[in-house]
């Protein structure tokens, strides 16, 4: 099986050269999504809450193009502007996995995200 490009028109357009996401052997790889609306193509940054839940629709908009769903995540890395939005990122982030068989994850601290939002998650999942 070759590499297949997934890409929606339910999450945002990528700022650089990458794929939304691409599938190789039943794995999708999901590009960092960031909170980009893509209706508007603005950034929701109200507050670390809105931003995290926008980032998580975008992923779930992409995971349900390739046929999955959050479910299917076997792993998340997040990446954040400051650690101590931690528990407020976490609270948003445990509203779309059940806590038994949520994935595997890190969250790291990072100097900067692109277009300098405050949190970024990407996925790897299985199809």
């Not at 931003?51 to 299917?72: C, D, F």
């Not at 976490?90 to 990072?110: C, D, K, S, W």
Request: net charge negative; hydrophobic share 45%; aromatic share 8%.
């Amino acid at each position: 099986m070759s590499k297949q490009i997934v890409e929606t028109k339910q999450a945002p357009a990528p700022v650089g050269p990458y794929s939304q996401a691409t599938t190789h052997n039943g794995t999708l790889y999901v590009s960092g999504q960031i909170a980009i609306n893509p209706a508007t193509g603005n950034l929701v940054t109200m507050n670390i809450e809105s931003e995290t839940h926008q980032v998580m629709k975008n992923l779930g908009a992409i995971l349900k193009e390739a046929g999955a769903s959050y479910e299917n995540i076997l792993k998340c890395s997040v990446f954040v502007s400051d650690m101590n939005m931690y528990s407020r990122i976490n609270a948003v982030y445990a509203e779309y996995f059940n806590e038994a068989t949520a994935p595997a994850r890190e969250l790291v601290e990072v100097a900067n995200l692109p277009k300098f939002v405050n949190v970024e998650i990407s996925a790897i999942v299985a199809l």
